[in-house]
C-alpha cells in the first residue's frame, strides 16, 4: 500500500526521477503535464528541484513571486502557491528556494509537504525531482503512484540511474517493516551482507523472506507498488533505443522490481528552440515526431504497457 493510498488523495501522483542532471528530466515533465492537460485532464506540476528550479521556463513564465519558499518559510498553503500556464487546466508550483536545500528539509515539513501535495486539487500531479539520492528526494519519489525514471544512453547516467532506484527500493524496504519494529534486522543484514550471501537488493528481499518467513506477505503488500516507468532521452539510434529494453532487464534481475520500458524520446534540434524560446513544445511542435514519441510514452505510462522496440525486443 502506498503512503498516498493511506493518507488518502485527491488525484494520480507521478514523480519524475533519475539521479543526474543533464538528461532532460524538466523537458519531459513540462511534455507529458501539457499532453495530459490538453486531453482534458486538471493538471498541477510540482518542481522539487530545490536550489535549481526551472520548470517555469519551460512555460515562458517568469520566476513566480509565489513558491515553495512561502510553504517552509511562511506556512503558506501548497495550493495556494500554484500559478496558471498558457496550458488551459494546467498550473505550477515552483521550488525556487533561496535560503533551503533538499538536505534541509525537516521530517515535520515533509511529511506536511506530502500530505498537502496528496490534496492538490488535480487528476494528475506531477513531481519533477531534483538529481542527487538525498533521503527526501528519495521520499519524495516513493510516495508517487507512478514512479517514473528519465535517462540519456551515456553510462554516467545509467550509472546514476541505478544507484538511485537501489537507494530507493533499499530505502522502500526499511520504511515498509520499520512500522513492524524490524528496520533493525534490515540493516543488519545489509551490513553483513557478504556473511548472508547478499549481493544486491533483491538478494536482500530474497533473504529476508526465506530466514523470516512472516516478512514475506508484508514485503509483498508493501512493495507492490513499486513499479518503474523508464523513458529514455536524447536518443540518437536504434542501438540507444535497444539498451533501454537492456537497461530494463538488468533492473529486473538485480532488483527483482516490475520494469516498464515506456519509450524514448529521439535528440530533436526542435526540443532546444523550444527551451531557448520558453514555448511548451507539446503546445508548439505537435507536428514533429518528437511529439509523437511523447504521446506513446505518456500512453505507455498510463496503461503501464511497454514500448515496441525495434529488432523484436520488449
Known sequence: MTQTEKLGKEGEIWAVGGGKGG?????????IGTYLAQKGRRVILVDMDIGGANLHSFFGIDRPAR??????????????????????SMSLI????HSLSAENIKFSQKLKLFRQIMKLNAQNVIIDLGAGSH????????IADRMIIVIAPEIIAIENMYHFVKAALFRQVKKSLKEYGL????QHVWDRRERYGVKNVKDLIDYLKDAYPY???ILDRELGHFRLHLVLNMVRSGQDIQ????IKSVLMKYLGVPVHFSGYVMYDDTVWRSVRDRKPFMRNYLSTGTAKEIETLVENI???RDVTVPGGMS
Do not use: C, H, M, Q
Not at 94 to 97: A, E, K, L, S
Not at 135 to 142: E, I, K, R
Open 183 to 186: 528496520k533493525e534486522i534490515v
Open 243 to 246: 539498451l533501454g529494453a537492456a
Open 67 to 88: 513558491s515553495l519558499t512561502s510553504f517552509f518559510e511562511t506556512g503558506a498553503a501548497l495550493s495556494d502557491l500554484a500559478v496558471r500556464t498558457e496550458i488551459e
Open 23 to 31: 538528461t532532460g528530466k524538466t523537458f519531459i515533465t513540462s511534455s
Open 135 to 142: 533521503g527526501n528526494t528519495l521520499d519524495t519519489f516513493l
Open 94 to 97: 515552483t521550488g525556487d528556494i
Open 215 to 217: 516478512f514475506g506477505a
Open 302 to 304: 498510463v496503461l503501464a
